[in-house]
C-alpha cells in the first residue's frame, strides 16, 4: 500500500492531522505492522486500532491495540 497524501502525518502539522484520522483509515507502523483505526477519541494522544498484518512487536492479527502518534510510520489509506 503507498502513503496517503491526503493524511501526511509528517512535518509540523503531522500530530494535529494524526487526532482527526477517520474510523477506517489504514496505517503502517514503525515496526512493520498494517493496522486499521477503528477507535479516535479525538484527544491527540491515541487511537485504537485492529491489526490486519502483524508486526514485529504487535498483537495478534483482529486483535485491537491503543497506539500514539510517534509509532506511526505513515497513513496508507
Same mark, same amino acid.
Given at each position: 500500500?503507498?502513503?496517503?497524501?491526503?493524511?501526511?502525518?509528517?512535518?509540523?502539522?503531522?500530530? %494535529?492531522?494524526?487526532?482527526?484520522? $477517520?474510523?477506517?483509515?489504514?496505517?503502517?507502523? @514503525?515496526?512493520? *505492522?498494517? #493496522?486499521?483505526? &477503528?477507535?479516535?477519541?479525538?484527544?491527540?494522544?491515541?487511537?485504537?486500532?485492529?491489526?490486519? %498484518?502483524?508486526?514485529?512487536?504487535? $498483537?495478534?492479527?483482529?486483535?485491537?491495540?491503543? @497506539?500514539?502518534? *510517534?509509532? #506511526?510510520?505513515? &497513513?496508507?489509506?
Amino acid at each position: 500500500m503507498e502513503a496517503s497524501k491526503q493524511y501526511d502525518i509528517t512535518g509540523i502539522h503531522g500530530a %494535529e492531522i494524526f487526532r482527526d484520522l $477517520p474510523l477506517g483509515l489504514k496505517l503502517r507502523m @514503525i515496526d512493520g *505492522a498494517l #493496522v486499521e483505526i &477503528v477507535g479516535n477519541p479525538h484527544d491527540g494522544a491515541v487511537l485504537v486500532v485492529r491489526v490486519i %498484518e502483524p508486526g514485529e512487536r504487535s $498483537p495478534a492479527v483482529g486483535e485491537e491495540d491503543t @497506539i500514539f502518534f *510517534a509509532d #506511526v510510520k505513515e &497513513v496508507v489509506g
